[in-house]
């Protein structure tokens, strides 16, 4: 039954506050707005649920819907004495402001608290804060919410509860003031006064181009970022979720913004920061074209990285406020980068990582009070299964290191789920939801998954091919081909490349040519194509298009092109393998000109000796009709295989090559596979099963693995083939 009448729970009239616990009516009426857009997306977290079941039994159990947490948890604020509710309790309150901050424990903390650790009773922060919250207030009888007044601190379920409706907390809230109350982030008059200016400018609607920013506010403009950055907040998991759930500042509406307070050195007051002033701090010192870029600046790239991965807008900022945002926000719509940007932040109990990931989600779900997880790679593995259930099949081309737990016996049990090496190449392509996507079952040691079965690569190479290759590469001295990095970035990436074997290199790099020429022009534009357009630009921090021009690549471009010509005896725009090709056969497109500018990027990217994925290459036969794929060569024991879900040519420019060792059956009645490394398949699209080339495997059982791809196939353990 609803209680129609709020009541007073904590009297701290003697310092002028009270905490009221709303009417469960009013609390309704506070978190209307904010529920209903969550409850737009009941329908599929409830097919989200079912799709866990088939691959986790025991998900319903884990997982409640979010109404369970929202009728058990108290909505409690904190208001002035003067507040109308506090003398009539029948009184409706329209908004309150949630405070975002650091948790404090004299005992416990190692860390100073800003103010000397000085704080207002009853409330945890410095006196100085509290008056900058007050000031906040539209009047007297707006409320406040911070964790430590209003939840329960000795009651578990209304904690429990209340962890569960954090996110309809903060996102209700009509403002979020974040509070860096730790000494470190102390902010001095000088950069108090900078950070005063450029607001003034932003609100002037000046562009950063027009900010004409002398040598001396450049310099204070770096050190406020920084020092604004060393505070705790910001790599505390709980913090980032407070500010991810909330109204992001990409809003048009500024007076919403989210609000940063940090203390004066003295104490007296506090010094206002708004949430895109400092984005805008962060994008200046990055990209300002007139002083030295801070982008390989270790110190400043650490710092904006703990700011992206709190101000990066969320799935839940970017459903809910989808006008605001374009369709594509890096990655916000993708759950497994999600997930790791709060697994990588701290928290004092892991398991509370699992609900701020469903918050953030924007899922109106409950994580159910029986399930505790103890470890950060229990909630990579959960929120990989959750990937699945949504349908976003590229966790399976993901690449990175293999996620364990401690067994019982003492060993670690590997998962067939890994945490990618770089959360920005993976952004989301969602199959539907009650597609089949192959996979039967996804327990956290293994995966039961359709594979398609590839044949063994070949090392077979005409001995003209060879020999031609080999004086392509001599004559245009490509082998020793020595190459100028100018973007500082790159540089740092790329720092050493010289140690590579001169020998394997030059025996790895002759063998490439040599299975371009044999393959033919096809085989040469759409290996060049893939790794032009998908591949090659990935390595590249800048991330943008490099244009090779050495004067000794077009002299081995036009060589290479003459031999294929030669060896059909047709033009290029007569030549029978290019008849036909509805993916290519666009007008104009088989000019000469054309394909010496696509041989010569691939000549240019395969001598490249900064890029190791094709130094081991060998070939693999998919079909009759002679279509090749590239890949890195593996020993003779391991099957090249791909997931069935993943054989479309929308997957080509992944890693979704598996390389899998074969192990004997735990029950005795086959073999099951464990997977070593996942690499491309290079210039190839749609894989179709023939029964010879490629075969269809159902519910093959894929175990995870320690071994990665330095231990595997260091240049020690591959021998590539003597010519």
């Known amino acids: 039954m609803f209680a129609f009448q709020a009541k007073i729970v904590k009297d701290y009239s003697e310092e002028g506050f009270f905490i009221v616990q709303l009417s469960e009516i009013n609390k309704i009426t506070l978190f209307e707005h904010t529920w209903r857009s969550l409850q737009a997306r009941a329908p599929e977290a409830e097919q989200i649920v079912q799709r866990l079941v088939t691959y986790i039994p ?18 409690k604020l904190v208001f002035s004495r003067d507040a109308s509710i506090v003398s009539d309790l029948s009184k409706e309150v329209t908004s309150y402001i949630a405070v975002s901050y650091l948790w404090h424990d004299k005992e416990k903390s190692k860390w100073e608290q800003a103010g000397k650790g000085a704080t207002m009773h009853p409330w945890p922060v410095h006196g100085a ?36 409706t954090m996110d309809v907390i903060y996102r209700a809230a009509r403002q979020l003031v974040i509070l860096l109350n730790d000494e470190v982030a102390e ?15 932003v609100c002037e609607g000046k562009t950063m181009e027009e900010w004409a920013v002398s040598d001396e506010d450049y ?3 770096r050190s406020t970022f920084l020092r604004i950055l060393s ?32 203390l004066s050195p003295t104490g007296r007051h506090c010094v206002r920061i708004p949430a895109i002033l400092l984005s805008a701090f962060q994008s200046y010192l990055e990209r300002n074209k007139a002083r030295p870029s801070l982008r390989t600046n270790k110190e400043f790239s650490s710092a904006s990285q703990l700011f992206w991965g709190v101000a990066r807008p969320s799935m839940v900022q970017v459903i809910s406020d989808r006008e605001h945002f374009k369709e594509t926000v890096f990655d916000s719509k993708s759950i497994l980068p999600q997930v790791l940007y709060i697994v990588d932040h701290n928290a004092t109990i892991t398991n509370d990582k699992v609900q701020i990931s469903i918050n953030v989600l924007g899922l109106p779900l409950f994580w159910g009070p029986l399930y505790r997880y103890e470890r950060d790679e229990q909630v990579v593995f959960l929120f990989s299964v959750f990937s699945l259930a949504v349908g976003e099949i590229s966790l399976l081309a993901y690449n990175g290191p293999s996620i364990g737990i401690p067994a019982e016996n003492g060993t670690i049990c590997f998962s067939w789920a890994r945490r990618p090496l770089s959360l920005g190449t993976h952004n989301r392509t969602a199959t539907l939801l009650d597609k089949d996507i192959g996979i039967s079952s996804a327990q956290f040691e293994y995966l039961d998954i359709n594979l398609l079965l590839l044949k063994k690569p070949s090392f077979t ?14 004559s245009s001295g490509l082998y020793e081909r020595i190459l100028p990095i100018e973007h500082p970035a790159d540089a740092a990436y790329f720092r050493d490349v010289s140690g590579r074997h001169s020998e394997k290199w030059r025996v790895a790099l002759q063998r490439l040519v040599a299975m371009i020429l044999d393959g033919g022009i096809r085989n040469l534009l759409s290996v060049g194509k893939h790794l032009r357009e998908t591949v090659y630009p990935t390595f590249f921090s800048t991330g943008t298009k490099v244009v090779y021009n050495d004067p000794e690549l077009a002299a081995a471009a036009s060589t290479l092109l003459l031999y294929l010509r030669n060896c059909t005896g047709l033009p290029f725009s007569a030549h029978e393998e290019l008849q036909g090709d509805i993916e290519m056969a666009k007008e104009d497109f088989w000019d000469e000109d054309f394909l010496t500018r696509s041989t010569i990027d691939l000549l240019a990217i395969m001598s490249d000796r ?12 998919l079909d009759e009709g002679g279509t090749q794929g590239f890949t890195n060569f593996w020993p003779e024991s391991f099957q090249y295989a791909i997931p069935v879900c993943l054989s479309g040519k929308e997957w080509a420019s992944t890693e979704r090559l598996w390389i899998l060792e074969s192990v004997q059956s735990r029950n005795g009645s086959g073999n099951d596979w464990r997977i070593f490394e996942k690499q491309l398949l290079i210039g190839c699209g749609d894989l179709v099963p ?30 590539i083939p003597h010519l």
Request: net charge negative; proline share 4%; with cysteine.
């Open 58 to 75: 025991q998900a319903t159990k884990m997982l409640l819907p979010k109404e369970y947490a929202l009728s058990k948890a108290p909505l």
């Open 129 to 164: 804060f509290v008056k900058s919250i007050l000031d906040l207030r539209q009047s007297a009888d707006e409320g406040v919410w911070i964790d430590q007044l209003c939840i329960n601190q000795e009651d578990e379920e209304e904690k429990h509860t209340s962890i569960g």
């Open 187 to 201: 902010v001095p008059q000088e950069e108090e006064r900078l950070i005063d200016k450029y607001w003034s400018i």
């Open 219 to 221: 310099e204070l403009m």
């Open 231 to 262: 505070s705790r907040w910001w790599t505390r998991a709980w913090c980032a979720h407070e500010f991810r759930v909330s109204r992001h500042f990409a809003s048009p509406d500024c007076r919403n913004f989210p609000r940063f307070r940090a």
């Open 461 to 474: 190479l005409s001995t003209e091919s060879l020999t031609v290759a080999d004086q392509i590469l001599s």
């Open 610 to 621: 900064r890029f190791p994925i094709l130094a081991t290459a060998c070939r693999i036969q």
């Open 690 to 719: 023939d029964g010879t080339h490629i075969v269809k495997r159902e519910k093959q059982r894929v175990f995870g693995g320690p071994l990665s791809w330095e231990t595997v196939r260091s240049e020690d353990n591959i021998n």
